[in-house]
């Protein structure tokens, strides 16, 4: 799965690698993180019609990360839906609408996975932390999907009853990832933004092919500090790399 991950670029860089042409609707809603985390607030690039003209525009917008799907009856649900299954995502109920007409990307300089490290004279493993980023440090477009759900209890005129929120595809993990963890998250190539981002593509064969590995698997993986462990914890020390037998001492 991919349950933490880093996103520290500016609106501004963001903009501008995504070729976005207007400041989000939220410039400020959206703090750099090192740390993001299930039901944090994260950037994601996706398309919609102008509701005035019609016009298909990108946009930079803030999500809530935990897709809550549009006949749930709490926005609860969320927390347990960070991740869609690449071999399942165009089938079940929850995601089979987002993937035909709702996809986005969330842009990541990378990625958190955990590795259980048997250590002598404990009677159970521990969880060592790894930072997995592109060699490049290029960012990850990473895939994902998005939907709108609304509070039943609110008011008609209420703005506040819409939540919009989002899952990051996943597949079998290969190269670091997969030394460390079963899965990883599947991303698109910059060549591929204006197919992926499209509502009016919605052949799933064609979608799927667009699917790839991170950075084309070029991925570098590096132990971190436990403390990325607690969600209280965040800054760039959280992706230092650190000796892994000192931390399990």
């Known amino acids: 799965m991919c349950g933490r991950y880093v ?26 993180s090192w740390n993001v985390a299930p039901t944090d607030d994260v950037w994601a690039v996706l398309e919609r019609a102008d509701r005035t003209t019609g016009e298909i525009r990108r946009q930079l917008r803030a999500l809530r990360w935990g897709l809550v799907p549009s006949w749930a009856k709490s926005p609860d649900t969320g927390a347990r839906m960070i991740n869609a299954r690449m ?22 300089d990378g990625f958190y996975e955990w590795e259980s490290v048997e250590v002598p004279g404990r009677p ?27 509070d039943p209890r609110a008011e008609d005129d209420d703005p ?61 993986a590096r132990p971190v500090s436990p403390a990325v462990n607690s969600v209280r914890n965040d800054g760039p020390q959280l992706i230092e790399e650190v000796d892994p037998e000192q931390e399990g001492t």
Not at 87 to 103: C, G, L, N, Q, S
């Open 7 to 32: 996103s520290s670029r500016s609106p501004a860089e963001l903009r501008r690698l995504f070729d976005v042409p207007d400041p989000p609707l939220e410039e400020a809603a959206v703090e750099p």
């Open 87 to 108: 071999e399942t995502v165009a089938d079940k109920p929850a995601y089979r609408k987002p993937f035909a007409k709702r996809r986005c990307l969330l842009p990541a």
């Open 160 to 220: 506040a009853a819409w939540l919009t929120t989002c899952t990051i595809i996943t597949t079998e993990a290969r190269d670091a990832a997969g030394r460390i963890h079963p899965r990883m998250p599947l991303a698109i190539p910059a060549d591929d933004y204006e197919a992926w981002l499209d509502p009016a593509h919605a052949n799933a064969e064609e979608l799927r092919d667009l699917l790839v590995t991170p950075a084309d698997g070029r991925l570098v």
């Open 124 to 150: 159970k493993p521990r969880k060592q932390p790894y930072f997995i980023t592109p060699e490049d440090g290029s960012v990850m477009a990473l895939a994902g999907l998005y939907e709108f759900w609304r």
